[in-house]
């Protein structure tokens, strides 16, 4: 019998692979290019296809394909095969390093956002050697850039690339100042914990709602939820046992770092956590692991939703984004050590992070805008959109004393006593967990738990890469024209955390006060929806401190404004669509049929016996009848309110107009439809119940 380290990476071109199948000279210039940056010859991109090609043909491979990450939210692919005819009519197995490293797919039916005209079809893929290529199948996948026909990126990697590069490119300005020679990359690790739920694939089947949309727009609470909080960390299920393992299994051998599996707060919740790795593979790893978790989910007749919000009245699921940053030897630059207070080159990199947070406190809120997200944000599992840092009290503490000028004491060691001799004793952390915090210091790294769950999570990382970046660059201009380095320095840490401590906030994130607090007196942002965000995507400060670090160019921003919008408008109109069709063809027929069925069992219990009093039954179709009147006339409504964004002048008043007039009337549908849910028989009621879904996986 196999173990994991048998297999682990058995589908991966990765360095073993390399090593193996390139010669030396071929490998170490390969290794230049991924560690470096240097460019790649052709001749060595040739035998690093040959190579390729062979490894993947013997593990059963016959196609390759460019896999890429177009602005949908998922991944593209066109697959070709490895066959080339002979002349004496067999065939030969052949890949080139002209195939290997540049693609031409089809670019037309890719969302665009003006970058190109309709009738400019052609779109290039680039490959990208940092992340390692893998078999899917019978297909080899090459992880790759996406652009246009006139050059401007089409996906979510290129900007991420950059935003890696010019974060790279000013910490080691810092580190240069602090003496660090030897550095030659600061690279940002990620390590994205994925929720998600697990439905049977026979209730998906029936509910038109979650095959549509990912979420159901209709359902009556449960008798039982999460209110006894007995399903978080409990005992796995076997069927959900079974399907874990099958799914570490696939993501082991495609070499993604599955490390953490548990059941989540909501019941038929779940969560999935890796360790952490370089942010551009761990967003290649985290694309491919929802992908198999649908796929691995099937096998099992189940349904994976990775929908932020699939049930109303219990948690939604995130993605929480575990982020650090680390030179290429391995030295943590957020890792306070010993003495925080002490370590100067800490406190510098740990204020870029809080003056970045503060300055681009809308391009974080923008980077996790969806329609899904907006359900789940400010809910009683999620952050709110408030975007506040928590850092917890040693540090607060070490902040407090530099702005204040007073002498820092340290913090206390508190040594756990359980009242159990057995037991073994350790110091206490100095510093708790605040699971409320938007933005949360965790020990040596920031966890962003504002990602929904269906996310990917590039977005967060290009703006949260460039924002750091744009604060040391900051840094660094001042200090390496100071004439005295320490006075500079300190009087800057000093200077960032009175100017940004209005961010920083240890309390409870759930509280109204917070809100309250955090928008009036402190003047943060609260952007509740997508519509109320993304524009300012274009703000003059935002475009000026992207477009200045070379991650995106003006057109590439106004075209994701453009996009993100778009797909907010049609998830919505498809959600509203859906929920008229499921009001005025499952939900009224049904209520209809058991009114009716209702009033024929008064009439045969009067007919039987007169002296009868039917009362039960002429209230309870007296209830039904006007529920279904008040269901066709909001589902009216509804209809019209969608008709009427028609008339919209442009997107951004589109947005608006879901979010004023939509959105609302979706809400006033729904309690009349939820309320006759209660009142139903089961046995005529059209669609699996929550009950039914929640607690339908054995």
């Known amino acids: 019998m196999s173990t994991v380290s048998d297999y682990f990476g058995s589908l991966v071109f990765d360095d073993r692979a390399m090593r193996k199948s390139l010669s030396s000279d071929v490998y170490a210039s390969l290794r230049r290019t991924i560690d470096e940056g240097s460019e790649l010859d052709i001749g060595v991109a040739n035998a690093v296809a040959e190579a390729m090609k062979e490894w993947a043909v013997e593990r059963g491979a016959t196609h390759f394909t460019h896999w890429f990450q177009p602005l949908t939210g998922i991944t593209a692919e066109k697959h070709d095969s490895f066959i080339t005819p002979a002349p004496d009519g067999s065939v030969i197995m052949e890949f080139s390093g002209k195939e290997l490293i540049k693609g031409e797919p089809d670019a037309s039916s890719f969302p665009s956002g003006g970058l ?33 026909y006139g050059g401007p990126a089409l996906d979510k990697k290129t900007p991420l690339l950059r935003s890696m590069e010019v974060l790279s490119k000013q910490a080691l300005r810092i580190l240069r100042l602090f003496g660090n020679d030897t550095a030659k990359r600061v690279v940002s690790s990620v390590g994205p914990e994925q929720e998600y739920f697990l439905v049977t694939r026979e209730m998906y089947e029936k509910r038109p709602d979650l ?20 399903h978080y960390f409990g005992v796995i299920k076997p069927g959900v046992t079974a399907y874990m393992e099958d799914l570490n299994e696939e993501l082991w051998k495609l070499g993604i770092l599955a490390k953490t599996e548990h059941n989540e707060v909501a019941p038929a919740q779940h969560e999935l956590a890796p360790i952490y790795t370089t942010t551009n593979v761990a967003t290649d790893h985290n694309q491919i692991t929802m992908e198999i978790m649908q796929k691995v989910a099937a096998k099992h007749g189940l349904v994976c939703l990775l929908h932020e919000k699939p049930f109303a009245g219990v948690n939604g699921s995130g993605k929480h984004n575990n982020w650090s940053i680390a030179t290429d030897s391995g030295q943590n630059l957020l890792s306070p050590g010993e003495t925080p207070y002490e370590n100067a080159q800490f406190l510098l990199f740990l204020c870029a992070v809080i003056k970045a947070v503060d300055d681009y406190q809308d391009l974080l809120r923008i980077a996790v805008a969806t329609a899904g997200n907006d359900h789940r944000l400010g809910a009683n599992e999620a952050p709110p959109a408030v975007i506040s840092m928590f850092l917890g009290d040693e540090l607060n503490a070490v902040l407090e004393a530099i702005e204040t000028g007073k002498p820092y004491k340290g913090a206390k060691k508190t040594q756990m006593k359980l009242g159990v001799d057995v037991l073994p004793k350790f110091n206490r952390d100095t510093t708790d967990r605040n699971r409320t915090s938007p933005f949360a210091f965790t020990g040596n790294k920031f966890e962003f738990r504002m990602l929904g769950s269906s996310n990917s999570i590039a977005c967060a990382n290009i703006m949260l890469n460039a924002a750091v970046a744009e604060s040391l660059r900051i840094y660094a201009d001042r200090l390496e024209k100071a004439e005295n380095f320490q006075t500079v320095l300190h009087d800057m840490i000093k200077k960032t955390i009175k100017d940004h401590k209005r961010i920083i906030f240890n309390g409870n994130g759930y509280d109204d006060a917070w809100i309250k607090e955090a928008t009036e007196k402190r003047g943060l942002l609260n952007y509740r929806t997508t519509a109320d965000c993304m524009p300012h995507l274009l703000d003059k400060k935002n475009k000026d401190m992207l477009i200045n670090l070379g991650v995106f160019t003006e057109e590439e921003l106004r075209s994701r404004c453009d996009i993100m919008l778009e797909n907010y408008c049609k998830s919505v109109v498809i959600e509203a669509n859906t929920m008229a069709d499921m009001a005025r063809t499952q939900i009224v027929p049904a209520i209809e049929a058991y009114a009716s069925d209702i009033a024929k069992t008064a009439s045969a219990k009067k007919a039987v016996a007169p002296e009868l009093a039917c009362g039960y039954e002429a209230g309870l179709v007296r209830k039904l009848s006007q529920l279904i009147d008040e269901i066709d006339e909001k589902s009216g409504k509804l209809e019209d309110a969608v008709l009427a964004l028609d008339g919209a002048d442009g997107i951004i008043e589109e947005s608006a107009m879901i979010r004023d007039t939509v959105l609302p009337v979706m809400s006033e549908l729904r309690l009349p439809c939820d309320k006759a849910e209660v009142l139903t028989a089961k046995s005529y009621w059209p669609f699996p119940t929550y009950a039914d879904l929640l607690f339908g996986v054995k």
Do not use: N, V
């Open 211 to 230: 095959r549509f949309t990912g979420r159901t727009l209709f359902g009556a609470k449960p008798p039982k939820g999460q209110e006894l909080d007995d």
């Open 116 to 148: 190109r005209a309709t009738f400019e079809a052609r779109g290039y893929t680039a490959w990208d050697p940092t992340s390692y290529a893998f078999i899917k199948g019978k297909t080899l996948c090459i992880p790759t850039a996406f652009c246009s």
